[in-house]
T-cell receptor, first 115, second 110 residues
Framework: DAGVTQSPTHLIKTRGQHVTLRCSPISGHKSVSWYQQVLGQGPQFIFQYYEKEERGRGNFPDRFSARQFPNYSSELNVNALLLGDSALYLC??????????????FGSGTQLSVL | SQQGEEDPQALSIQEGENATMNCSYKTSINNLQWYRQNSGRGLVHLILIRSNEREKHSGRLRVTLDTSKKSSSLLITASRAADTASYFCATSNYGQNFVFGPGTRLSVLP
């Protein structure tokens, strides 16, 4: 079975632009979470979606938004990009809601560079 | 915040030696997990220990948890060059999402 897939793998944008990142979870997984990882730091939680509903949101501005589709894939949108948004964006899936004993399965990430 | 903090930030050892890294957290948890990340790509789950467990083994990995001290340790025995990676602890509490620490960068020299 395929693992968590993310697209694109790399992306270069300029300040003020908008970006959409995509994630397909492992088949059968209903929960998708998004994390931002700045170089040299640990992943920071952005959003969690379960059964197409937002179940958690981290401390990120409203420029960040996400959604989950009926097939459980997900998109992360970032508007009005800032230089500080440059990071590795990771998508993780799990069978159920996080906070239980579920483990996260991560994709390889999208490396976003904002110039 | 229940953020985990790994210690040390970086660790360099020779092949065959054991590597120990520690994680501290601030609030109550229901489980603690360790993940590995190679070259800034996706994280891979290594091991989960529940709050009512004190020690767990998986292959060359040994994890301990001391809830009274709010700390955990990950021991990798007989390290190999392929163990070179960043290691993160992640904590979760019922109904809350995972919180990752800043990680320990492990270098295993041949």
């Amino acid at each position: 079975d395929a693992g968590v897939t993310q697209s694109p793998t790399h992306l270069i944008k300029t300040r003020g632009q908008h970006v959409t990142l995509r994630c397909s979870p492992i088949s059968g997984h209903k929960s998708v979470s998004w994390y931002q990882q700045v170089l040299g730091q640990g992943p920071q939680f952005i959003f969690q979606y379960y059964e197409k509903e937002e179940r958690g949101r981290g401390n990120f501005p409203d420029r960040f938004s996400a959604r989950q589709f009926p097939n459980y894939s997900s998109e992360l949108n970032v508007n009005a990009l800032l230089l500080g948004d440059s990071a590795l964006y990771l998508c993780a899936s799990s069978f159920s809601k996080t906070g239980s004993d579920e483990k996260l399965f991560f994709g390889s990430g999208t490396q976003l560079s904002v110039l | 915040s229940q953020q985990g903090e790994e210690d040390p930030q970086a660790l360099s050892i020779q092949e065959g030696e054991n590597a120990t890294m520690n994680c501290s957290y601030k609030t109550s948890i229901n489980n603690l997990q360790w993940y590995r990340q190679n070259s800034g790509r996706g994280l891979v789950h290594l091991i989960l220990i529940r709050s009512n467990e004190r020690e767990k083994h998986s292959g060359r990995l040994r994890v301990t948890l001391d809830t009274s001290k709010k700390s955990s340790s990950l021991l990798i025995t007989a390290s190999r060059a392929a163990d070179t990676a960043s290691y993160f602890c992640a904590t979760s509490n019922y109904g809350q999402n995972f919180v990752f620490g800043p990680g320990t960068r492990l270098s295993v020299l041949p």
